[in-house]
């Protein structure tokens, strides 16, 4: 069992940076493939952002060029630096762990979700 929290969110203007960060415990013997993940209410799961084993990253097209992703193995965290931030990223965020069985990849272990309200 991988547990994730979620921290860092909150309202801001638009404009401003916030970074969540998303810390791991349990059984984090494979924390190789991290991603973050955000919802509108109402509106499907959008795909921001992946950090992979060897620093290999990969961005959503909405976010490239304003948000990164960086991790610090040694404290379990991964986090999601936020600039230039839009009243239409306003959402839940979520962390997420990819796992790869059999060929497939998945993301099993999800945190609970930090809010961020961006305010114009």
């Known amino acids: 069992q991988v547990h994730l929290v979620e921290s860092g969110g909150g309202s801001v203007q638009a404009g401003g940076s916030l970074r969540l960060a998303c810390t791991a415990s349990?059984?984090?013997?494979?924390?190789?493939?991290m991603a973050w993940f955000r919802q509108v209410p109402g509106k499907g799961l959008e795909w921001l952002i992946t950090?992979?084993?060897?620093?290999?990253?990969y961005y959503a097209g909405s976010v490239k060029g304003r948000f990164t992703i960086s991790r610090d193995n040694a404290k379990n965290t991964v986090y999601l630096q936020m600039n230039s931030l839009k009243p239409e990223d306003t959402a839940v965020y979520y962390c997420?762990?990819?796992?790869?069985?059999?060929?497939?990849?998945?993301?099993?272990?999800w945190g609970q979700g930090t809010q961020v309200t961006v305010s114009s």
């Open positions: 997420a762990r990819r796992a790869v069985v059999g060929g497939t990849a998945y993301f099993d272990y």
């Open positions: 950090i992979s084993t060897g620093v290999a990253i």
């Open positions: 349990g059984d984090i013997s494979n924390l190789n493939c």
